[in-house]
């Protein structure tokens, strides 16, 4: 199991869970400021299958703030991505874990913010129906 994302599985349907995920994150102060359909793309650019992948770009614009004010190159970094994908195991969420992703900065001054962050996400994640976290024996 990928150790910079917590995983999730979701016994709804593709379509349904991107609309509550995407809910559950506002609730949370997190709005999407991207979102790439991934199966749409290859299949556009490259004429190949894959299957439903889409990535939301989560961000918080308040913690955003604070963190780019500790430390202006995080916005490389920027926005903390959850992605929603249906595969032959049914959908699943990947959300990237904040504490991993900026623990490639060298700033002291982010670690309430990561912690804001993943508590945040995590809240959402808890408010999706019927999320389940995959643990790393499960994968």
Do not use: W
């Amino acid at each position: 199991m990928a150790t910079y994302v917590n995983q999730y599985r979701v016994d709804a349907a593709f379509a349904e869970t991107i609309e509550t995920v995407t809910d559950a994150l506002a609730e949370e102060g997190f709005g999407v400021l991207a979102d790439i359909d991934i199966q749409a793309a290859f299949e556009t650019k490259l004429d190949e299958d894959f299957d439903r992948y889409r990535i939301l770009g989560a961000c918080n614009p308040a913690l955003a703030s604070d963190a780019l004010d500790a430390e202006y190159e995080l916005g490389a970094l920027l926005p903390c991505n959850v992605v929603v994908y249906e595969d032959e195991a049914g959908v699943g969420i990947n959300v990237v874990d904040p504490a991993t992703l900026f623990s490639l900065t060298d700033s002291d001054g982010l670690e309430a913010i990561v912690d804001d962050v993943a508590s945040g996400l995590d809240a959402a994640m808890h408010a999706v129906p019927e999320a389940t976290p995959v643990s790393q024996t499960d994968a």
